[in-house]
């Protein structure tokens, strides 16, 4: 799978990338949430793992701003900070939560969960005509 990994501590993105490289994942990351934001604009990728504490953009924020660009797109947002209000609103914009700090084994079978799923369908208003 190709992955995005945005957080804001440029050393964990490096562990989560060598992490995700070893587990045969094409990963990229950056440690700024709006420069993170821009690039799945601009890139397609199969999974953006996004932090939810970062300075500029909350990870929650972005995800409902990428939703709307990108229905299609699958987030796990992860958070040290965990808790049921933020399980509701992961839920809400459609992202799996993962808590920090998490086993290599949590991250692979989420990804292996959310390579079988199906995803939604877009259908752009032109189609409709």
């Given at each position: 799978m190709?992955?995005?990994?945005?957080?804001?501590?440029?050393?964990?993105?490096?562990?989560?990338?060598?992490?995700?490289?070893?587990?045969?994942?094409?990963?990229?990351?950056?440690?700024?949430?709006?420069?993170?934001?821009?690039?799945?604009?601009?890139?397609?990728?199969?999974?953006?793992?996004?932090?939810?504490?970062?300075?500029?953009?909350?990870?929650?924020?972005?995800?409902s701003?990428?939703?709307r660009?990108?229905?299609?797109?699958r987030?796990?947002?992860?958070?040290?900070?965990?808790?049921?209000?933020?399980m509701?609103?992961?839920?809400?914009?459609?992202?799996?939560?993962?808590?920090?700090?998490?086993?290599?084994?949590v991250?692979?079978?989420?990804?292996?969960?959310m390579?079988?799923?199906?995803?939604?369908?877009?259908?752009?208003?032109?189609?409709?005509r």
């Amino acid at each position: 799978m190709r992955v995005l990994i945005i957080d804001d501590d440029p050393t964990f993105c490096r562990y989560l990338a060598e992490v995700l490289t070893g587990l045969g994942h094409d990963a990229e990351w950056v440690s700024d949430g709006l420069v993170g934001f821009e690039r799945c604009l601009r890139r397609s990728y199969d999974v953006v793992i996004c932090d939810v504490r970062m300075p500029l953009i909350l990870g929650t924020e972005l995800v409902s701003e990428l939703q709307r660009d990108r229905p299609a797109q699958r987030v796990i947002l992860i958070s040290a900070f965990a808790d049921e209000q933020l399980m509701a609103q992961a839920t809400q914009c459609g992202a799996r939560l993962l808590s920090k700090p998490f086993d290599a084994s949590v991250l692979a079978g989420t990804l292996a969960e959310m390579a079988t799923e199906r995803l939604p369908v877009a259908v752009s208003h032109h189609e409709l005509r």
